[in-house]
């Protein structure tokens, strides 16, 4: 039976050979176990690294994301939608803390990740990157984007790392109310006079192809997904994500009544899947290059809303600091 260190000690001057070895080995065994690795644990530094990348770019994806959805608070077309669609942006920021609240047990600090996203070193997913020019871009993001992010994120409640599993079981909780009103909005559309029908079809036309790239590049170019579902990070590849995304959509777009923008989009009967045609991978790699159609725009607002925000992060220190030295005086 493998002793458990518990702690990382090589990292505090213990004998780093013995607790490397016995921490791997029990790594590994939880791991084969396909039981959770806690923040106490002893871990692999590239598993850590690993993490922090992609808890890290998620929780930055949830912070920018709400800024494509935030464009229609202020003109939604009814209080009660008004009402619905802050909720839901007001979840995304929700979202973004669990999750940097999980990359800070892998002992990476808030400051330095907001300082990563807000110099553009840091990646955040490419679907925020794109325009939300008219309200049924609402409907398409619930619908395509949350759809996307549910189909890739449930099987991430069962990710190794435990703070991160357990950040997204609420999350996704959540995606899947986003994705029904996103639904709905369409449904309306759809249902609605022929001009809003024309809107709601051009928004799908606009946001079906990278809703799909969402679940990164093509298995064959993906480097991080081996070693990923190795340590049972990710459970499912990029492509098994994307065919599972295609093949929910359709019966939900013949409900809708809109067409899904793909003339290769077929049902392969030997495959028991839908065919789809190829994406426009240059597109996905502009945009991760910073040069979508508004990468320089999120960014932007982003750090002014960071420097603008400066006030808030220093009241709430001060008050900490009074409170833990109050608690301290009556301790003592
Ligand atoms: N946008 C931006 N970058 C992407 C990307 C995308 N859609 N897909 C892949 N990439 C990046 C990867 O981060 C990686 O870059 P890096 O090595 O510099 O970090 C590179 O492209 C190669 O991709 P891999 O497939 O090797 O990377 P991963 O194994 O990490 O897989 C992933 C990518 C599927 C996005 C995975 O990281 C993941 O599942 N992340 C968690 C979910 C997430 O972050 N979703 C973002 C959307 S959040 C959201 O949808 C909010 C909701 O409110 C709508």
Request: net charge negative.
């Amino acid at each position: 039976m493998v002793t458990t260190p518990g702690r990382d000690t090589s990292a505090r001057g213990g004998d780093a050979a013995l607790y490397d070895e016995a921490g791997q080995a029990r790594f590994d065994e939880l791991i084969a176990e396909d039981k959770r690795i806690e923040p106490t644990d002893w871990m692999p530094d590239d598993y850590r690294k690993t993490l922090v990348r992609q808890v890290s770019q998620h929780a930055h994806s949830e912070i920018i994301g709400m800024q494509p959805e935030g464009n229609w608070i202020t003109r939604a077309p009814s209080l009660k939608r008004k009402a619905i669609l802050m909720a839901k942006v007001q979840d995304e920021a929700g979202h973004g803390l669990y999750l940097y609240s999980a990359a800070q047990t892998l002992g990476t600090t808030r400051e330095q990740m907001m300082d990563d996203l807000i110099s553009g070193k840091a990646k955040y997913s490419s679907i925020f990157n794109y325009p939300t020019p008219t309200w049924a871009d609402m409907g398409s993001i619930g619908w395509l984007v949350d759809g996307a992010a549910i189909c890739n994120q449930v099987p991430l409640c069962r990710a190794s790392y435990g703070p991160y599993g357990r950040a997204m079981v609420r999350i996704c909780k959540e995606e899947s109310f986003h994705q029904r009103q996103g639904f709905e909005i369409l449904l309306h559309l759809m249902r609605g006079t022929q001009e809003q029908r024309e809107m709601a079809q051009e928004s799908v036309n606009r946001w079906y192809a990278p809703a799909l790239m969402m679940f990164g590049p093509p298995d064959a170019d993906s480097p991080n997904s081996a070693k990923s579902m190795a340590w049972n990070i990710k459970r499912f590849s990029n492509d098994e994500l994307r065919q599972r995304f295609v093949d929910m959509l359709v019966p939900q777009a013949e409900v809708l009544g809109v067409t899904l923008p793909d003339p290769d989009l077929k049902w392969n009967e030997e495959r028991g899947h839908y065919d789809y045609g190829e994406l426009d991978w240059d597109e996905f790699h502009e945009v991760l290059k910073g040069r979508g159609p508004m990468n320089a725009v999120r960014l932007e607002r982003r750090r002014t809303a960071h420097e603008d925000g400066a006030w808030v992060r220093e009241a709430a220190a001060a008050y900490a600091s009074k409170m833990a030295a109050r608690d301290e005086r009556i301790a003592s």
